[in-house]
């Protein structure tokens, strides 16, 4: 299993709308192209010196061909549309994880 990992500051100017959206729209949207399982969003607690308020979203995928089949197919579009809705208010950064274990108590 791969997660698929984007960290995002979000400027404050922005941030309310921005989250609604994300809850709303975009995490759906990544859900809805049938690649990635579940996704998890988490509020970073350290403070930027950029400022800004910072999350990590986790997307779980079941392995490496199906995450490059989202890149391949919804990628472009989707990151297109944060961009055009946010025009210079967020910087995101991309990460691929693999889940070498998992352990529930």
């Known amino acids: 299993m791969l997660i698929y990992n984007v960290t995002?500051?979000?400027?404050?100017?922005?941030h309310d709308k921005w989250l609604i959206w994300m809850r709303d729209k975009h995490v759906?949207?990544?859900l809805a192209t049938g690649k990635f399982s579940?996704?998890?969003?988490?509020?970073?607690?350290v403070e930027e010196?950029?400022?800004g308020v910072t999350y990590s979203v986790q997307y779980t995928?079941?392995?490496?061909q199906t995450l490059e089949l989202y890149y391949k197919e919804y990628a472009e579009?989707?990151?297109?549309?944060a961009t055009k809705l946010f025009p210079n208010k967020?910087?995101?950064f991309r990460t691929e994880l693999e889940i070498i274990s998992q352990q529930i108590p």
Do not use: Q, W, Y
């Open 61 to 64: 995928t079941k392995d490496r």
């Open 49 to 51: 010196d950029m400022g």
């Open 38 to 45: 579940h996704a998890k969003m988490a509020k970073v607690l």
């Open 8 to 14: 995002i500051n979000i400027d404050e100017s922005a």
């Open 90 to 92: 967020f910087v995101a």
């Open 77 to 81: 579009r989707l990151r297109a549309d």
């Open 28 to 30: 759906p949207d990544m």
